[in-house]
């Protein structure tokens, strides 16, 4: 059976009424502190062995999913791709809004214990919604990674590279505003509408995009930038692309994302809240070659669902993720 949020919420329920009958130390009492003890270790593995969803327009969030499986490996993951409707940068507010609160139903629905929105431009119009519909389910948004490249910028001039959307919306600006300028820190802020359909197309190295990015570069390092920041979860795809060129063009650019970050905010989310999981949810050799691609087994790794499937769906995927990486389609 899945384990879904309602359950968990149920059980958590009764947990608090029977803990709140504890000040009185009745032997019938006594009978129920036993009985909650094991209803909270019930609810405990319950948390502990629900899956961590991550919510992206498409295919980027997989590397911020990159960086979770590396800090936590023992965890599972459920994976919702709105490729029905990327890209989201070009769309306004409300639209945005609206994806994201159905994404986050999807997955709250299939009982994850965290959500990462792992989608910059969907973080900016829709967290702090997020964060009121859903009061006791923690959520974790992205934002560019701008701090720790002003923090590391020596030339004081540093570049967003991230969708319409994240570049407009509040969350960056506050930090532009609350942080790069306090810190004398020009912020660049620049956008390609071509980037997130080049990476749904897998990157073709003789694309226009490819080329216009190269040119990008130079422009970035005559202007004096030295800190290129990835504001959006497609673009560390294509950051060993950036590497090499600036080795290439001998510039002096480090190119800073947030993955890593939002997988240690994971983890910290976790162990706060008892929700790690334990050794016993990791997937066996054995558990993996039982994988089909039509049923859900929730022992697995990495459950992928996508409002619409292709043929290149699962090709990209696959290369994205690595040879040795194992998920499941999960079809509505
Ligand atoms: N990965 C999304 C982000 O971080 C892409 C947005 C889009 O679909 O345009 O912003």
Redesign the pocket.
């Known amino acids: 059976m899945a384990i879904t949020a309602n359950h968990m919420m149920k059980v958590t329920t009764m947990r608090a009424n029977v803990l709140d009958g504890n000040t009185f130390r009745s032997p019938a009492i006594h009978k129920a502190n036993i009985h909650s003890m094991a209803i909270d270790t019930a609810a405990s593995n319950t948390a502990r062995s629900a899956p961590i969803g991550l919510f992206?327009?498409?295919v980027?969030?997989l590397s911020v999913y990159l960086h979770l499986a590396q800090q936590l490996p023992n965890e599972r993951y459920i994976y919702y791709a709105d490729t029905l409707n990327?890209?989201?940068?070009?769309r306004d507010s409300e639209d945005i809004e609206a994806l994201t609160l159905k994404a986050i139903e999807w997955l709250y629905q299939q009982g994850c214990k965290l959500i990462v929105i792992?989608?910059?431009?969907?973080s900016a119009y829709a967290l702090d919604t997020a964060r009121k519909c859903y009061p006791q389910l923690p959520i974790v948004g992205?934002v560019p990674a701008l701090k720790p490249a002003v923090l590391a910028s020596k030339s004081g001039h540093v570049a967003v590279l991230?969708?319409k959307?994240?570049l407009n919306g509040s969350l960056l600006n506050d930090v532009i505003a609350s942080f790069a300028n306090p810190n004398s820190t020009v912020v660049t802020k620049y956008f390609d509408p071509q980037l997130?359909p080049w990476v749904e197309a897998g990157m073709p190295v003789e694309d226009e995009t490819a080329q216009r990015l190269r040119q990008q570069l130079r422009a970035f390092a005559n202007e004096g930038i030295d800190q290129l920041v990835l504001?959006?979860?497609?673009y560390p795809f294509f950051k060993s692309f950036l590497l090499d060129e600036i080795a290439q063009q001998q510039l002096s650019i480090q190119v800073v994302d947030s993955g890593q970050a939002i997988a240690e905010r994971v983890k910290q989310l976790l162990v706060a809240n008892q929700m790690s999981a334990t050794l016993d949810n990791e997937t066996s050799t054995q558990d993996l070659s039982t994988i089909n691609k039509t049923n859900v087994d929730i022992k697995l790794p990495l459950t992928f669902h996508a409002t619409k499937y292709s043929d290149r769906l699962s090709a990209l995927i696959e290369r994205l993720l690595g040879k040795e990486t194992v998920l499941q389609y999960y079809p509505e």
Do not use: Q
């Not at 990327?86 to 070009?90: K, M, T």
């Not at 504001?231 to 497609?234: L, P």
């Open positions: 992206d327009s498409g980027g969030g990327v890209p989201y940068g070009n792992a989608c910059n431009s969907a992205l991230a969708t959307a994240t997130v504001g959006c979860t497609h």
